[in-house]
């Protein structure tokens, strides 16, 4: 769904784009199509990743645009 998410970055232009990784089963998909999702984001936009698998991706992808909201406090407080 990566070109979904692509289109709807273009016509909303958010700061943060939001996603939930739950299954660790298809971590070796889900990074390599988040690589690929990282480099066609504009570089304004950041990837804040939730979920059970969101520790173990941002770890692989190594991308200071891209964090881990663990926690709904957390959430709220990177909105602010």
Do not use: F, H, K, Q
Request: proline share 4%.
């Amino acid at each position: 769904p990566s070109d979904e998410i692509l289109a709807a970055v273009a016509a909303a232009r958010p700061r943060a784009l939001g996603l939930s990784l739950v299954a660790a089963d298809n971590r070796a998909a889900n990074i390599a199509e988040l690589r690929r999702l990282l480099r066609a984001l504009p570089t304004s936009v950041e990837c804040w990743l939730g979920g059970g698998d969101a520790a173990a991706v941002a770890r692989a992808l190594s991308s200071s645009r891209v964090s881990v909201v663990a926690e709904r406090a957390s959430l709220e407080s990177a909105l602010r």
